[in-house]
């Protein structure tokens, strides 16, 4: 496994997800680092978190749950060849 480090205007910029969406640092990383990327999709076992990004006035991915079958099913559909 290969470690890339986190520049620090990164971990910042994502203290505006800690206090907006009230998730835990590593979560805010996740979601900050997913939409600068570009992301269309945002995979986490995390149901919460999940719910916190697809309900309510901050949707900002389509997200899907590593733990339901049926959201796995439907991520394999959409992803490309």
Known sequence: M????IPEKVLIASRILIQDYHVAAS???HIFISGAAGSEFFISA???LIRQLTTGKYKLFTAYNVRN???METLFKVLPS
């Open 2 to 5: 290969e470690l890339f480090p």
């Open 27 to 29: 979560d805010a990383l």
């Open 46 to 48: 995390d149901e919460k």
């Open 69 to 71: 079958e049926q959201d």
